[in-house]
């Protein structure tokens, strides 16, 4: 089961989606489907709005007990070709360096979509052995 997580609280969730969903019970949901024993990813779409909870929704996704979060920088299409919350590389590459000093044990891992073309693909290892590396292109 893949949803759609992009913040750690209410307004950001909100400002992110678009509508006024609720958080709270996002999360309960998610719990309710892990217990089930389904196995959940929770997409995360990255971008200048949420760039500053990336490590508490890895958090929130480890607390959930979540298999996998997919990070996936905003790209230019669809509703959001028009925005102005782009990431650059360099935005990019501190995000995910501060994600992987972090990152520990197996559940929520994390799984780095889309990086951006012409970018020699990112690979981080912290101190805990841990890996996150990039995978695909923008």
């Known amino acids: 089961v893949k949803v759609s997580f992009d913040a750690a609280d209410q307004a950001t969730s ?3 989606r678009g509508q ?13 489907v892990v217990a089930k024993g389904f196995r959940v990813l929770l997409r ?5 709005h949420n760039i500053d ?3 508490e929704c890895y958090h929130v996704a480890q ?9 996936k920088p905003l790209v230019r299409a ?3 070709a028009g925005s102005h919350a782009f990431l650059n590389r360099r935005q990019l590459r501190e995000a995910f360096r501060g ?27 912290n101190r805990g052995g841990c890996t996150l590396h990039s995978r695909g292109q923008m």
């Open 14 to 16: 909100c400002k992110m």
């Open 20 to 32: 006024n969903e609720s958080l709270e019970r996002k999360k309960e949901s998610i719990r309710l």
């Open 44 to 48: 995360l779409t990255l971008c200048k």
């Open 53 to 55: 909870q990336l490590i």
């Open 63 to 71: 607390e959930l007990g979540v298999e996998k979060l997919q990070i």
């Open 78 to 80: 669809g509703r959001a």
């Open 99 to 125: 994600l992987a000093a972090v990152v520990e044990g197996s559940v929520a891992q994390p799984q780095l979509l889309c990086w951006p073309p012409h970018s020699r693909p990112l690979h981080l290892v």
